[in-house]
């Protein structure tokens, strides 16, 4: 590796040309500037290539068919010069320091192959999320990566020669299995700094109801294929996203999210595998018709003289 390592940042792109531009100037406003940005547009139907082309030779537009974003992302590697991948949403933000703070790590650890870090979210949600308060051994173990995820898509800095692609047999759950292959086969260093910005905006794949149901299933068949997981490492893979489903359940019956709450619970009901307690508590509550939440909710609202709050906000699932 030279003493100033050649970084390609590659960037999926459909049907974002409301945000690409802002995500775009994130990265030409870094402090040590990337060799080369690659957007791979996947079938936009929008201007989103056209908004990438309107930055100039600085951005390298690659054009396919839509084939969903792990096809867009793996063309990005295969044709990215750099010897480090930064992998960045078309809807994402990166702090200024960020590739030149990834940098100094790769420089300060010869041995790495993944460098990522803490991250913000903003948009319909704001907040901030710190994974460095977790030991390594346990924040890498495979159910924890399933049940808490400590990685978002765009904090990656990754070494290009690394052997992973991401799984272009499914549109659910593309980020977590590459995460998975991460944790298992990387030499990873987290930096403690939040320098990377996650939107929450209504068209994001998360706001589905039956997201988390559609990424269980693609994770099902992910483990089913796989030969480098040990049986107890896949039971533990499994138990550890029912639980992050289970969660998500409460969060949506707290925020009156009856579609995304029916969808996990009947999934609980009918799935026929093991649940862990969390996810037997969501089958065994009870449920009163909506009516009487809307009823609660006004009374609460009356009587505190202010919205009431629905629960404790969860972190965005957008593994």
Not at 184 to 190: E, N
Request: proline fraction near 7%; hydrophobic fraction near 40%; charged fraction near 30%.
């Amino acid at each position: 590796m030279t003493d100033r390592p050649t970084v390609s940042v590659v960037i999926p792109v459909w049907n974002a040309a409301r945000y690409l531009p802002e995500t775009l100037r994130s990265v030409l406003r870094q402090t040590r500037p990337p060799e080369e940005i690659v957007v791979v547009d996947d079938g936009s139907t929008d201007a989103s290539a056209a908004v990438a082309e309107g930055f100039g030779p600085t951005v390298r537009v690659l054009r396919q068919e839509n084939r969903g974003e792990s096809a867009a992302r793996n063309r990005g590697i295969e044709a990215a010069r750099g010897e480090w991948i930064a992998f960045l949403d078309a809807d994402d933000l990166w702090h200024p320091d960020k590739l030149a703070r990834q940098l100094a790590a790769v420089r300060a650890h010869a041995a790495v192959d993944c460098v990522h870090t803490n991250w913000w979210y903003f948009g319909r949600q704001n907040g901030r999320v710190d994974v460095s308060t977790v030991d390594p051994a346990e924040r890498y173990r495979p159910g924890r990566v399933a049940a808490e995820n400590p990685f978002r898509i765009s904090s990656l800095l990754v070494r290009r020669e690394l052997p992973l692609r991401f799984p272009d047999w499914t549109q659910d759950g593309e980020d977590l299995i590459y995460f998975l292959e991460l944790a298992r086969t990387a030499r990873i260093v987290l930096l403690p700094e939040e320098l990377t910005g996650y939107r929450v905006h209504t068209g994001g794949q998360s706001n589905a109801a039956d997201m988390l149901v559609r990424r269980y299933r693609a994770l099902r068949v992910y483990l089913e294929r796989a030969e480098s997981w040990r049986e107890s490492d896949c039971r533990e893979i499994r138990a550890g996203f029912l639980t992050l489903m289970a969660r998500c359940a409460v969060e949506a019956r707290f925020a009156r999210d009856w579609p995304r709450y029916w969808s996990l619970r009947r999934f609980f009901a009918e799935c026929g595998e093991p649940l862990p307690d969390a996810a037997k508590m969501v089958v065994r509550e009870r449920v009163w018709p909506p009516l009487a939440y809307r009823i609660k909710d006004v009374w609460d609202r009356l009587w505190s003289g202010a919205a009431a709050p629905r629960g404790k906000p969860m972190e965005p699932a957008s593994q």
